[in-house]
DNA sequence: CGTTAATGATACTCAAATAGTATCATTAAT
DNA sequence: ATTAATGATACTATTTGAGTATCATTAACG
C-alpha cells in the first residue's frame, strides 16, 4: 500500500540535484550516481518530466536537463499528478465507480476529504523546501 | 496508488452490515450478496478478521459471524492495520530502509508525519460511524 | 564530415503485489 | 447420516510497478 511510486520518489531527488547545481544543463550521465538509479530508468522519467513542462531538455552533445520552472513552485502534488496519476485511497473515492452500494456509501465522501487533504498537504511541499 | 486493499473494503461492508443486523451469527452466506462478493473470498476476509478479534465466529450449522466488539470502537486504522499491514506513503518514510540519501533526507520526516495524521484521520472513522 | 554524447519515443521483460479460487478438515444442528 | 457452517492453507490468475533495450534524432567536437 505505497502512496508515492519509484518515479515520483526519484524524479524528487533528480529535480533536487538539479535546484542545488543549477547548472545549464545536467546530463543523466551525471545524475545517475546521486539519484542511485539506473541510467536508462532515470532518462525515462526525465522525458516524462520533459513532457510535463518541469524541465527543458536540449538534445546532443553537451545536452542534458535543466528546469523549466522555479523550484519553489515545483509541488510534490503536481509531480504526483504527473508520474503517477494521482492519488486514490481506494477505488471508489476518486474514479465515480461502482460498487452499487453507491449512494448509500457514508464513506466515500470522508475518504474524498482525506484525499484532498492529502493532496493539499503534497501540494504545501515544493522542490525548493527539499533542496 | 491506492491506498486501501479489497479486503478492507469488503471487511468494512461485512462489519457494518453486521452492525445494522445485530444477529447473534450471520453466515457468509447471508453477506455476501449484500457486500457484492465471492462467498470464499469473503470467507477469507472474515477468518481474517476472526484471527485478529474483530468478529466472533461459531462453527457448524446455525453457525456464522457476529461483532466481537462495540462496532463505535471498531476503527479503519486498526483495519487497514490488521489487513493490509498499515499504510506508507513511500518505501522510505515507514521502514527505516536504505537509499543512502537517508540521513540527508529532507523529505522523509514529512512524508512520516502526513502518513501519522493520515492515521489519524482513519482512526476517527468507526463502523459506527458508517452503520 | 564522421564520431561521440546526449535526448525522444516506444516496445518489451521481469518481479511483486493484489485479487480471487479450490480443497480438505472440523464442528454442530437436524 | 446429512447438511450447513467455519478453519486452515495452498494454489492460480491478474494487474501493476519496476526496470531494460533499442532505434531514431540532434548537435558539439575534432
Known amino acids: 500500500m505505497k502512496v508515492l511510486n519509484k518515479d515520483v520518489d526519484y524524479a524528487v ?7 542545488r547545481n543549477d547548472k545549464p544543463a545536467t546530463p543523466v550521465a551525471g545524475m545517475r ?5 539506473s541510467g536508462p530508468f532515470l532518462r ?9 513542462g518541469f524541465v527543458h ?5 553537451g545536452g ?3 528546469l523549466a520552472r522555479d523550484p519553489g513552485n515545483i509541488r510534490l502534488s503536481e509531480l504526483v499528478s504527473a508520474l503517477q ?4 485511497l481506494n477505488d471508489c473515492a476518486s ?6 452500494l453507491h449512494s448509500a456509501c457514508k464513506l466515500r465522501p470522508r475518504l474524498a476529504s482525506m484525499e484532498g487533504r492529502l493532496l493539499e498537504e503534497l501540494a504545501a511541499i515544493t522542490v525548493k523546501d527539499l533542496a
Open 13 to 19: 531527488r533528480a529535480l533536487v540535484l538539479m535546484a
Open 95 to 100: 474514479e465515480g465507480k461502482l460498487c452499487g
Open 57 to 61: 531538455s536540449v538534445k546532443g552533445r
Open 33 to 37: 550516481a546521486e539519484v542511485r538509479v
Open 64 to 66: 542534458g536537463f535543466s
Open 44 to 52: 525515462k522519467i526525465m522525458q516524462k518530466l520533459q513532457r510535463a
Open 85 to 88: 496519476g494521482g492519488i486514490k
